[in-house]
């Protein structure tokens, strides 16, 4: 008999340090509410307290700039303090999951490229993120099973980086060199992604179905946070249409909310500490619920590094003990984020694929021993003078054959550093093959 299970996964935007000063609180307050106040210490605190008359927004007001949000952690040193803390072995094991297991984090990092403007003090540059978490969890003696996944920001038109836009191609090709830089220097492609900002539109869902198979993004509530001006009419993370159910889903391939034949599966993620979606003991419940119903579950919750997790966390374990205690038959298990869509989904382990690469003069062939997720890898270049590109493939054969050809209209072999491909395959397994034109020798690894 198969046993009922819960499947928790705890998701973190993982984006660094973040600053606000005074100023931009206030200035926050006017693009959210349009409520308009000197900027000071003695305002906020009447904010913070409900001393001003708001027009009878005084609660949410209260909410969205109480100390806990605002509270950053604004250096790196102040997030490895937490992070010290969070990671332990006695905070992880503090509620043993139903199998005797620790909690779980997956840390969905972004990269911060190409922005004018930096009032946030976001830090900088490739591989900042992810390398810093990944030493972490390569050096973590307290668990070793945390994910490293992926988070992408689409910029803002100002270029600001403290806003977030919807596109994720209208500034340019940053995504694209994320990736292919992902790939040729790190040896590593995603599997999971968590949407930034919770944004996702038709560019975004019809880039993520040619490459990642699991997404944690859908954030459908019974009611959605209207009074907040940047959430009105769907704006951001639009979710007013897609199931309220634990279950994850196939999305359509024209409507993202709904359930169709796309082949990625898209779980729910509520957030926990934020100003707007969060989660509840209803929705954990729910999850118990279906759980005993018999249903795929996954539970997932999300929040942010830049400010402490930790209360966020007792928060969550509060709500596990008491959904339990109301579901004593049913079990919950903190969860990698990958593992946690293999476990719910049943998934049959398979092997990952085996990618060759051959040249025929100056043609690149590429052919993979098992049908890959999308119709064809992801495909990176790095040329000698450092810099990198993604192109298209020609195919041969969808999902399993393809070649490339060098030359006049794409590069010539002379100006070539390196080639990376990345294919994954619908159970989440990831292959990544680079070869270096300087070494005349191929690598390869799987995730």
């Known amino acids: 008999m198969t046993q009922k299970i819960v499947h928790v ?36 605190e009447k904010i913070q307290r409900g001393l001003l008359d708001l027009g009878g927004l005084e609660e949410e007001v209260a909410r969205v700039f109480s100390p806990k949000l605002i509270n950053y952690n604004d250096t790196w040193d102040k997030i490895d303090d937490m992070l010290r803390d969070i990671m332990s072995s006695d905070f992880r094991n503090n509620l043993p999951d139903s199998f005797g297991g620790g909690w779980i984090y997956n840390w969905h990092c972004v990269d911060f490229i190409g922005y004018s403007e930096n009032p946030r003090r976001r830090d900088m540059g490739f591989h900042q993120i992810f390398d810093h978490y990944k030493f ?38 940053r995504l694209y060199e994320i990736l292919a830089r992902d790939i040729i220097d790190r040896h590593w492609f995603p599997a999971v992604n968590r949407p930034g900002f919770h944004v996702t539109r038709p560019d975004s869902h019809w880039f993520l179905e040619q490459f ?65 979606r969060t989660i509840g003991q209803k929705e954990v419940d729910q999850a118990f619920s279906e759980a005993e119903s018999g249903a795929s579950v996954i539970l997932a919750f999300t929040n942010h590094d830049f400010r402490d997790m930790k209360p966020d966390i007792k928060i969550m374990r509060e709500m596990l003990s008491k959904a339990q205690k109301r579901f004593p038959n049913i079990k919950f298990k903190y969860c990698e984020a990958r593992e946690a869509f293999r476990q719910a989904l049943q998934m049959k382990e398979s092997p990952p694929c085996q990618i060759s690469l051959s040249f025929a003069e100056n043609v690149l062939k590429i052919e993979s021993d098992k049908k890959t997720f999308g119709p064809q890898p992801f495909f990176a270049i790095k040329t000698q003078s450092g810099e ?21 209209a794409t590069f010539e072999l002379g100006s070539l550093g390196k080639i990376g491909i990345a294919a994954g395959d619908d159970t989440g397994n990831v292959t990544i093959v680079n ?13």
């Open 212 to 276: 990642v198979p699991f997404d944690y993004s859908n954030q459908r509530m019974e009611e959605d946070d209207l009074r907040q001006k940047d959430l009105a009419n769907g704006r951001y993370g639009d979710w007013r249409r897609a199931p309220k159910s634990w279950k994850p889903y196939h999305p359509s391939h024209d409507d993202y909310q709904v359930s169709g034949d796309c082949r990625r599966w898209i779980a729910r993620c509520l957030n926990v500490g934020a100003r707007y």
């Open 435 to 447: 070869y270096d034109f300087l070494k005349g020798s191929s690598s390869s690894c799987h995730i």
């Open 136 to 173: 972490l969890i390569d050096n973590n003696v307290t668990n070793k099973k945390d994910g490293l996944h992926f988070h992408y920001h689409p910029m803002a038109f100002s270029k600001k980086a403290h806003y977030c836009a919807t596109h994720y191609f209208a500034t340019g090709n």
């Open 388 to 408: 990198y590109f993604h192109d298209n493939l020609d195919f041969q054969e969808p999902f399993r054959s393809w070649t490339y050809t060098f030359d006049q």
């Open 9 to 44: 996964v705890h998701c973190i935007d993982t984006e660094g340090p973040l600053y606000e000063a005074l100023p931009e609180t206030f200035k926050r307050l006017k693009e959210l509410f349009d409520i308009e106040l000197l900027p000071s210490r003695e305002n906020l």
